[in-house]
T-cell receptor, first 114, second 117 residues
Framework: DTGVSQNPRHKITKRGQNVTFRCDPI?????LYWYRQTLGQGPEFLTY????????KSRLLSDRFSAERPKGSFSTLEIQRTEQGDSAMYLC????????????FGPGTRLTVL | AQSVTQPDIHITVSEGASLELRCNYS??????LFWYVQSPGQGLQLLLK??????LVQGIKGFEAEFKRSQSSFNLRKPSVHWSDAAEYFC???????????????FGKGTKLSVKP
């Protein structure tokens, strides 16, 4: 069990550029979640997948954000035309669907938009 | 609407002293409850969780939490704090639908713990 991994760990970009983050979940986990955390706040839910299907999306997920999990394993989160307000820590979590679903988090990707 | 309140933004305790971090939730039924810890610049580590049964749950690093339905609370405790416990602590509630859990966690804003030598 290598845990949830995220790449890159840090990303600095200029406003208007596109960025893509990757999350590799714990291997046997079929659920994968994306959260965003800004300074001084708790994580806020963005979206989640069960296998390949994207089952829920938050209102926070504007049309500039898109997430995929094409083969039910790793996932990518893309932000198009980044804005300074997108600067945050993007956290990925995974879990095994069941009665006692427990989410395990990765180390996060810190995005800074200049 | 579901929500989690952590009333203390920042707490400072002396090393060796006891600790209690407060968490109150608002939810229509019995939720799943979690405590996570986050060190600076890091992801979240699960400390403990409550799903059902015994209302006092034990976690890692000597932490425990007690679920009190009548008070809608799930406070985190540790009898003797170590300097390495300095971090930010998040309480979270997970919605439970019929047949099992489903969906996202709702987090409080966190409590930052500082430990004095």
């Amino acid at each position: 069990d290598t845990g949830v991994s995220q790449n890159p760990r840090h990303k600095i970009t200029k406003r208007g550029q596109n960025v893509t983050f990757r999350c590799d979940p714990i291997s046997e986990h079929n659920r994968l979640y994306w959260y965003r955390q800004t300074l001084g706040q708790g994580p806020e839910f963005l979206t989640y997948f069960q296998n390949e299907a994207q089952l829920e999306k938050s209102r926070l997920l504007s049309d500039r954000f898109s997430a995929e999990r094409p083969k039910g394993s790793f996932s990518t989160l893309e932000i198009q035309r980044t804005e300074q307000g997108d600067s945050a820590m993007y956290l990925c979590a995974s879990s095994l669907a069941g009665i006692t679903d427990t989410q395990y988090f990765g180390p996060g990707t810190r995005l800074t938009v200049l | 609407a579901q929500s989690v309140t952590q009333p203390d933004i920042h707490i400072t305790v002396s090393e060796g002293a006891s600790l209690e971090l407060r968490c109150n939730y608002s939810y229509g039924a019995t939720p799943y409850l979690f405590w996570y810890v986050q060190s600076p610049g890091q992801g979240l580590q699960l400390l403990l969780k409550y799903f059902s049964g015994d209302t006092l749950v034990q976690g890692i690093k000597g932490f425990e939490a007690e679920f009190k339905r009548s008070q809608s609370s799930f406070n985190l405790r540790k009898p003797s704090v170590h300097w390495s416990d300095a971090a930010e602590y998040f309480c979270a509630v997970g919605p439970m639908n019929y047949g099992g859990s489903q969906g996202n966690l709702i987090f409080g804003k966190g409590t930052k713990l500082s430990v004095k030598p």
